[in-house]
């Protein structure tokens, strides 16, 4: 079974940066892709980022293209997602996600499967 942990939220000022961190188990690696979601209190899950493990393919949420990156380290089964020039609308709770390989649904939640605990990110202004 896969399982996911995330880390690395916080507070920062607007215009600031975080790195935000997934470890997830061995299995993952062979059989999920990862993404990155984020979800304010009262509104639907977003789709922020997706890779693969081996990092040859990403996707960008549009309010996050040119700011975000998401990468891997398959060696440390850790999937990060670098937050640069933060906006006080980037404020959510951040979660980790994983999608089985078969799955085609991959920019929106219910293609995923497994899901971390979640970061809280606030920004403010």
């Known amino acids: 079974q896969v399982q996911l942990a995330e880390s690395g939220g916080g507070l920062v000022q607007s215009g600031g940066s975080l790195r935000l961190s997934c470890v997830a188990s061995?299995?993952?690696?062979?059989?999920?892709?990862m993404g990155w979601f984020r979800q304010v209190s009262g509104k639907e899950r977003e789709f922020v980022a997706r890779?693969?493990?081996?990092?040859?393919?990403?996707q960008y949420g549009d309010s996050v293209k040119g700011r975000f990156t998401i990468t891997t380290d398959s060696a440390k089964k850790t999937v990060y997602l670098q937050m640069n020039n933060l906006k006080p609308e980037d404020t959510a709770v951040y979660y980790c996600?994983?999608?089985?390989?078969?799955?085609?649904?991959?920019?929106?939640?219910?293609?995923?499967?497994?899901w971390g605990q979640g970061t809280q990110v606030i920004v403010s202004s």
């Open positions: 890779i693969n493990w081996a990092g040859t393919t990403d």
């Open positions: 996600a994983a999608a089985p390989l078969k799955s085609t649904n991959i920019d929106v939640a219910a293609g995923y499967n497994t």
């Open positions: 061995e299995r993952s690696i062979r059989t999920h892709r």
